[in-house]
């Protein structure tokens, strides 16, 4: 992109009216299926995407509007592709928009469209909403996010829902499975690495954000942290020990 059309894209997408949340609320074509609380958090992580060739992937089209949505709300620039089982789908295919058929439960299908399409900068998961969809999509996609890009699964609430084999700290919901993230982040600090030692999360992930219904995980590259100190040392140290501080 030349730097005329750089500087109009900034002052484009810089203005208000131009948010996620205006051009939903604006929109009177296909319909679109979201939460209103969704398209602040939207905003929040892709801005700094708007107006280049931003890749994303969903999951989940439904109607087709919210492929329209993230069309104006990216740019003519964006690469959009979009899985659904729904056959009926694939008439959203456009120039811009690729279309694939097939169930995000399929291992082999997800492997397909990673062999089909580039690295993605954004995959928003919003299928089916089956514990084992969101499972497998998260393991088998987690990888064709680039390398500083953002995975957001959304309808967590579906994790306390019966009918999508959800349960309150039920094993195997979404949740509960995501909540290991927490562990891999804070892995490098492991003092029994048989059990818990630096995975490939570990290394790949600058944070995870939840909200409700939402978890977005932002990746980057991560070294082994390390502790730092500045400044002059004013007083001896006291060294308690939870024993000490329990007698007290
Ligand atoms: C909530 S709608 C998507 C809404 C759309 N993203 C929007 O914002 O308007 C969920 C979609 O997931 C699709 N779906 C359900 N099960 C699926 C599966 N196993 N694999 C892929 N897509 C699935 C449904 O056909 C439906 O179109």
Not at 113 to 136: L, S, Y
Not at 141 to 158: N, P, Q, R, S, W
Not at 226 to 232: F, M, S, Y
Request: charged share 30%.
């Amino acid at each position: 992109m030349n730097i005329a059309n750089r500087i109009l894209n900034f002052f484009y997408f810089k203005k208000k009216e131009n948010s996620l949340k205006e051009i939903f609320y604006k929109h009177n074509d296909n319909l679109i299926n979201k939460w209103d609380h969704y398209l602040d958090i939207y905003d929040q992580y892709f801005s700094r995407y708007r107006g280049s060739d931003v890749k994303i992937l969903e999951i989940g089209i439904s109607q087709g509007g919210s492929l329209q949505m993230w069309r104006k709300y990216f740019g003519n620039s964006a690469e959009i592709y979009a899985i659904d089982i729904n056959p009926e789908c694939s008439k959203f295919s456009d120039s811009g928009v690729e279309i694939f058929i097939g169930s995000q439960e399929d291992h082999n299908f997800l492997r397909k469209i990673k062999r089909e399409i580039p690295k993605v900068d954004i995959i928003v998961d919003d299928g089916g909403h089956m514990m084992r969809q969101q499972i497998i999509t998260f393991e088998e996609m987690f990888d064709h996010v680039k390398a500083d890009g953002i995975y957001i699964c959304e309808d967590l609430h579906t994790s306390y829902w019966s009918e999508f084999g959800g349960g309150y700290k039920k094993k195997d919901t979404f949740i509960e499975y995501s909540k290991n993230f927490i562990d891999y982040l804070n892995a490098w600090h492991s003092r029994n690495i048989d059990k818990f030692s630096v995975n490939d999360f570990t290394k790949s992930v600058k944070s995870v954000h939840y909200y409700d219904s939402i978890i977005v995980i932002e990746k980057g590259v991560i070294d082994s942290p390390r502790k730092v100190k500045v400044g002059v040392k004013v007083i001896e140290d006291m060294v308690f020990t939870s024993d000490d501080i329990s007698r007290k």
